[in-house]
């Protein structure tokens, strides 16, 4: 079993693309199309590979939660990448900036960014392949 996919409600799809493209440049727009969700038009796509993807819809109002509160809600997802400095220099180019650095841990380097939507989203890159090694955390 694998998550397949994640689906993230944005208020402006060409807005997103530019981080998601930017950290993922080896992905695609796999399909799209627009329709009504619970009465209100939306538009969708599915950026991705062939195995995973990020559906987005257009149809979000107000703002994402607090990442700093405590309110019920997605806190943050991660990816994990072969080399982290290029994830960020692709980002930074972009003309995103780092949200907050991961602690410093001998066996993986992390950094988070949040997406346009409000979205606080991980990369990491493991500096070991031993599971023990890779999950310990200080």
Do not use: C
Not at 45 to 61: K, M, R
């Amino acid at each position: 079993m694998y998550l397949e996919h994640v689906n993230l409600v944005v208020s402006d799809i060409p807005e997103i693309l530019t981080f998601y493209q930017a950290a993922f440049p080896h992905w695609k727009i796999r399909t799209e199309g627009s329709g009504h969700w619970n009465g209100k038009p939306r538009n969708w796509l599915h950026f991705g590979d062939d195995y995973h993807y990020i559906a987005f819809s257009d149809h979000g109002e107000g703002k994402n939660r607090n990442l700093e509160g405590h309110q019920v809600g997605l806190a943050h997802f991660a990816y994990v990448t072969n080399n982290i400095e290029a994830t960020i220099s692709r980002l930074k180019n972009a003309g995103f900036e780092i949200a907050k650095a991961g602690a410093e841990e001998p066996y993986r380097k992390n950094v988070y960014f949040i997406d346009p939507a409000g979205y606080e989203v991980e990369f990491v890159e493991y500096l070991s392949d031993i599971p023990e090694q890779r999950n310990l955390t200080r």
